[in-house]
């Protein structure tokens, strides 16, 4: 029994001295909790009800719950994890907050996906076949799905993994990637995740950039038509309900959703890149974490973590880029502090 309790006792002052090194990325996560909640209600708020039946818009309160729900999950939990990272208890709890963590961030990435190519065929198909409301809800079923799928074998390939510290000479529990059960499964299953993913970040690349070219080259057209055609740009001036005036505010109204989409998928991008370069190092080195020093640690950390900007970003974009969005929230903000 004391031979017990003198271990628990260097397992707890191992695991007090990492969760402290952690606090700067547990408060990072607890702003980003605080930002992402605000930030996403107002979202679904504003084009969940304000804005209901913007066809161009039918994505963004969808992808607002989804960055809702993964970033309530993920930067919820990372905050556990950081708290007990070689003491943590619960198998159950590990396993099941991984799979939720990951199958919301999935399909948040695959929403971006979805709402690439919807782009894509509006931009650069504009008479070709479109995305109709049916076919947008079988999109986001099919990310459901998708996510579910590929999230599945988590709660066999995730779990407390033996954490070793020559220090203190002891053997913690990690809420992580399981090293030593189920080795092989884990790996295959972090390859075909990390592939997965570099597929999605070249298809937006690809789509993104032929929409870009396609709007550049209208926008060069355009600026050679006003040039050539005063009569016109008088009209586009003077007046505001011309017919040709009215479809090209309609065509910039498209282009800037379309450049705030990119905006958020390059967000994306860069804050998940992170992530997966080190999952790669995770799966090239099975004690990977238990190698580092506690500074190294601390910086890992955080950078792992990183990819909850892809989940607070957007409202920030919208607020930016949407006219609609940021009238309604100014609008919003106004009648709080009329009642107050």
């Not at 799928?149 to 510290?165: C, N, W």
């Not at 189920?182 to 299953?189: F, K, Q, T």
């Amino acid at each position: 029994m004391a031979n017990i309790s003198e271990e628990d006792s260097r397992i707890n002052s191992w695991n007090t001295e990492l969760s402290q090194t952690l606090i700067p990325s547990s408060v990072f996560l607890g702003i980003c909790i605080v930002v992402g909640i605000i930030g996403n209600s107002l979202v679904i708020l504003i084009y969940g009800l304000k804005l209901r039946g913007a066809k161009e818009r039918y994505f963004i309160p969808i992808l607002a719950v989804v960055d809702l729900l993964a970033l309530c999950e993920t930067a919820g939990f990372n905050i556990s994890y950081n708290v007990s990272p070689v003491r943590f208890k619960g198998q159950q709890l590990c396993k099941w907050s991984w799979f939720f963590g990951y199958m919301t961030s999935v399909m948040s990435i695959f929403l971006l996906l979805v709402i690439a190519i919807q782009r894509y065929l509006k931009i650069c198909r504009p008479f070709g076949k479109q995305m109709t409301l049916e076919w947008k809800r079988v999109a986001v079923l099919s990310t459901f799905i998708a996510a579910a799928l590929i999230s599945a074998p988590i709660p066999v390939t995730y779990g407390l993994d033996p954490a070793y510290s020559a220090r203190y000479n002891v053997t913690g529990s990690a809420c992580r990637r399981l090293t030593q059960e189920n080795r092989w499964l884990s790996l295959i299953h972090a390859i075909v995740c990390n592939a997965i993913v570099a597929g999605v970040v070249w298809a937006l690349i690809i789509l993104y950039t032929l929409i870009g070219r396609k709007i550049h080259s209208q926008m060069q057209q355009w600026k050679h038509q006003r040039t050539n055609d005063n009569n016109v740009k008088m009209t586009n001036l003077n007046d505001g309900t011309s017919g040709t005036n009215s479809a090209d505010r309609n065509k910039q109204t498209m282009f800037k959703i379309t450049a705030m989409f990119m905006l958020i998928s390059l967000i994306f991008i860069v804050s998940f890149s992170p992530k997966v370069v080190i999952f790669i190092l995770e799966c090239v080195d099975s004690r990977f974490w238990d190698s580092l020093s506690y500074s190294n640690r601390l910086l890992v950390r955080f950078l792992e973590v990183l990819f909850v900007i892809n989940n607070i970003a957007n409202p920030f974009v919208y607020a930016f880029l949407d006219v609609k969005f940021s009238q309604q929230m100014k609008k919003i903000f106004c009648d709080l502090d009329y009642s107050l």
